[in-house]
């Protein structure tokens, strides 16, 4: 009898340890879940936020195209890259903005190219008149020579090109008629204050006045200048059409911008996104062409009909020869006209 309970009492004591056992083992599979969600927080990855900024209103073509630059990144990125977009000079001009890129504050700029002739002199190219034949030209151009330019200059400034962003061709707004270079005598043009420029319109034989862009339109409608140089869009919507009712396409340069980043910091990111900021600044240098071009064809049209203004077509054969061996003078930039005239 007393075998009996000591043998029921081991089957029982054996009964409780597997129950136990049994929910030892579904507290842990119940565990499991828990575990699993914790070691996938750990792995989320924060997106990496870079910084854009430039200096014109985000309804300028090119702010729209700065912003479409933005958009391709995250898109491409599937979210892992985000750009913050600040227009209007909201964190200085071009130069602070360039600056804050080698400090490591902001990541992308996209300053006109003649900007960075500051830390890569040859960069003055952009400003070199008739170097480019027209806007065509211009494109095939940096089509054939922007990855080694963007390798000279990261090598140079540590800054890596990404894409060109077209602008419409500086052109001559004017109180007078300009129908050829004989026209330009004495008057006075308001120009930056850079060699260059001057240089230039002295060549056409104008004379060339330094002037602050914020003083110039008191400077046209005072007479104090005849006139002066800037794409269509900029001469618009700065209202120069108000006091300047001849515009002539004498086409002498085509400043185009170019969006650039950290060369260092770029190398920092890792390889697929490398390869998403690479793409999205050639989608965005396509999308910059045809948009600069639907702008400058439809102000035009609004110049005309808005302020009376005459557009006029002038002789360029005198204008290109008036700057013929210019590049004499300007020996930083003799390794980029060369190449540039090879290519037709």
């Known amino acids: ?55 014109v209103a985000p309804e300028h073509h090119l ?73 065509e030209h211009t494109d095939r151009v940096w089509d054939k020579l922007l990855t080694e330019f963007s390798q000279e200059l990261e090598k140079e400034s540590g800054f890596k090109g990404l894409a060109i962003l077209n602008r419409p061709a500086r052109n001559l707004s004017t109180s007078k008629p300009v129908k050829s270079v004989e026209d330009m005598k004495g008057l006075k043009i308001r120009v930056p204050e850079t060699k ?26 005072t007479g104090v200048v005849d006139g002066q140089d800037n794409p269509i869009a900029l001469t618009y919507s700065s209202g120069f059409f108000e006091v300047n009712k001849y515009y002539s396409l004498i086409g002498h340069m085509y400043q185009d911008n170019i969006i650039v980043t950290s060369g260092s910091w770029f190398q920092s990111l890792p390889p697929d996104l490398q390869k998403v900021v690479t793409e999205a600044g050639q989608e965005t240098q396509a999308y910059c062409r045809k948009l600069s071009l639907d702008v400058e064809n439809s102000l035009y049209e609004k110049a005309e009909k808005e302020f009376g203004v005459e557009i006029i077509e002038p002789d360029l054969s005198g204008f290109r020869a008036a700057v013929d061996g210019l590049i004499s003078e300007f020996p930083d930039v003799k390794v980029w006209y060369d190449k540039i005239k090879a290519i037709d």
């Open 196 to 221: 260059m420029w001057q240089e230039t319109f002295k060549s056409f034989g104008a004379a060339p006045t330094p002037l602050a862009f914020t003083e110039l339109y008191t400077a046209l409608k």
């Open 63 to 135: 702010g729209q195209a700065l912003d479409f630059f933005a958009q391709k990144v995250e898109e491409k990125s599937g979210g892992k890259m985000k750009i913050e977009v600040h227009h209007a000079g909201a964190l200085g001009g071009e130069r602070d903005i360039l600056e804050g890129i080698k400090q490591g504050s902001m990541h992308f700029a996209a300053p006109g190219g003649g900007m960075l002739e500051i830390f890569y002199k040859p960069a003055g190219i952009f400003t070199y008149p008739y170097i480019f034949k027209d806007r």
């Open 1 to 55: 009898m007393k075998r009996t309970k000591l043998l029921s009492l081991f089957i029982i004591i054996l009964f409780l340890t597997l129950i136990i056992a049994g929910c030892g083992g579904e507290t842990k599979k119940a565990e499991e879940p828990v575990a699993q969600k914790t070691e996938e927080k750990k792995e989320e990855v924060k997106p990496i936020v870079a910084i854009a900024a430039d200096v």
